[in-house]
């Protein structure tokens, strides 16, 4: 008998679908050459070239490319994933981080005055390199997904170097790239429980950077984003750490000069916060008066309208009746400022019950400071649509309590009047006070021998003053 016919049937069994994970069509020739020509793929797609010159290197380009097209679709095969990817983890992982990481290029031009959002409509330089890094992008993000990689497989790779280097390339200025590492860090961020710690850290110590050191970075937007998910998750009560970054962090960002580039995610991180723990909403409003805006208009609108929904969303009384002074006070300031939206978007918390509620509950705080400003606006102010909805603010205060606000109208003393005083009244003003101090100084000067006269820290011939704090050279002195 021959011994071949009979092990057809097995050799017919082993090229059908494989019911068997152990068998394998490939002889160890075959496999040898499968591995071979993977760790040659690797390695080609571990090579750098130069993606600047379209004219350069363009076989190897494209061969890198196809390459790369090969390892994503390995992926979605189970067992070269098992056979190939898996036992040379180590080598992909290195390939990624050598295409990924990297001195990112400036392709826009950094102006100091990016927060005017004057050049937002300008073309877009695409980075010549994101072509090549976007397969790259695909097939680490694939790679992460894929649920053949376990936990434990993978968090040897992702060491606190790898996460800060990764949280890096959050500055890039190519937004797809952003959106990529955003989606890669949320998916880590889920799969790799032992490192979320490490990852919030991380992302802590960039915003620190931006808050202290720096004026921009331009993922700023989507690691907030990534951070909202994780407050999401949150446990109530909240963790002492948790508490001591939204005082530190979340408040913090208020101050950064682009802070309108990324206020949506961080007014939704604040209410998230306020979510778990209505008492944060004390510090939150103490930030935000200590960070005011000033001659950023469009910064000072969005602070008014972050301010109207902490007060709308969870403060009580009781807690704030020691900021409610400030808070009227930045108000009628906001209410007499030169410019109109600052001013309508300011006269919008009256159209708030909640606030409405605040001002009657706090009727001897609110009635001396908002009642002469807003009367003396609703007589003399120069736009027309302003002064109409003056007018109509000026009803509303004054039906809540006709006989106190007859009390403050009348009132010319209070110390806000300078708010809605023009330029010669304000250099009247000024002028009597300085003929009082050199009154004074006359009167010390007949009674104190070898008495000088001190140096004011501003004066009409200059600028910026030589004795208020500020004198590091950059200072413009005018003669």
């Given at each position: 008998m021959k011994p071949f016919p009979a092990r057809k049937p097995e050799v017919a069994m082993t090229k059908g679908t494989g019911a068997n994970p152990r068998t394998s069509n490939a002889t160890p020739t075959q496999s040898k050459d499968s591995k071979e020509a993977f760790l040659k793929k690797i390695n080609l797609c571990s090579q750098l070239l130069d993606f600047n010159d379209e004219k350069k290197n363009v076989a190897e380009?494209?061969?890198?490319?196809?390459?790369?097209?090969?390892?994503?679709?390995?992926?979605s095969n189970q067992n070269l994933?098992?056979?190939?990817?898996?036992?040379?983890?180590?080598?992909?992982?290195?390939?990624v981080k050598r295409n990924l990481f990297r001195p990112l290029p400036i392709v826009k031009k950094q102006g100091v005055s990016g927060e005017n959002g004057a050049n937002d409509d300008d073309e877009v330089i695409v980075?010549?390199?994101?072509?090549?890094?976007?397969?790259?992008?695909?097939?680490?993000?694939?790679?992460?997904?894929?649920?053949?990689?376990?936990?434990?497989?993978?968090?040897?790779?992702?060491?606190?170097?790898?996460?800060?280097?990764f949280l890096e390339l959050f500055d890039s200025e190519e937004p797809k790239e952003r959106e990529y590492l955003k989606n890669i860090l949320h998916r880590l961020y889920a799969k790799l429980v032992p490192r979320r710690k490490m990852i919030r850290k991380t992302m802590t110590d960039i915003f620190y950077t931006l808050i202290h050191e720096t004026y921009r970075f331009n993922g700023t937007s989507e690691l907030l984003d990534i951070l909202a998910a994780v407050i999401s998750g949150f446990a109530v009560p909240l963790r002492e750490e948790h508490v001591h970054f939204f005082k530190n962090v979340i408040i913090s960002l208020h101050k950064v000069q682009t802070c309108h580039k990324f206020h949506i995610e961080l007014l939704r991180c604040s209410m998230l916060f306020l979510s778990k723990d209505p008492n944060l909403s004390i510090p939150l409003i103490e930030g935000l008066l200590k960070y005011w805006p000033f001659a950023n208009y469009a910064k000072e609108t969005l602070f008014l309208s972050e301010l109207v929904d902490i007060l709308e969303v969870s403060c009580d009384m009781n807690q704030l009746e020691r900021l409610a002074p400030k808070i009227f006070k930045r108000l009628v300031k906001c209410i007499a400022s030169p410019h109109l939206q600052v001013s309508d978007r300011a006269m919008c918390f009256f159209e708030?019950?909640?606030?409405?509620?605040?001002?009657?509950?706090?009727?001897?705080?609110?009635?001396?400071i908002l009642v002469p400003i807003i009367q003396d606006l609703s007589q003399n102010h120069w736009h027309k649509l302003i002064l109409e909805s003056l007018t109509a603010l000026r009803n509303i205060i004054r039906d809540s309590d006709p006989a106190l606000f007859e009390k403050y109208a009348k009132d010319k003393s209070s110390p806000f009047l300078f708010l809605v005083k023009n330029p010669q009244q304000v250099s009247e003003s000024r002028k009597e006070a300085e003929a009082r101090w050199a009154s004074l100084e006359t009167q010390v000067k007949e009674q104190v021998a070898g008495f000088v006269t001190p140096k004011i820290p501003y004066a009409d011939d200059h600028i910026v003053g030589e004795f208020n704090g500020v004198n590091n050279g950059s200072v413009l002195y005018v003669d």
């Open positions: 380009k494209e061969e890198r490319l196809q390459c790369l097209n090969d390892l994503q679709e390995m992926i994933m098992q056979s190939l990817i898996l036992p040379n983890l180590e080598l992909v992982i290195a390939m980075d010549p390199s994101w072509p090549h890094l976007q397969p790259v992008y695909d097939f680490f993000l694939q790679l992460i997904i894929n649920d053949t990689i376990d936990m434990r497989s993978l968090k040897v790779h992702i060491t606190h170097k790898f996460i800060q280097e708030n019950d909640f606030f409405l509620n605040i001002i009657k509950y706090f009727k001897h705080i609110s009635f001396p």
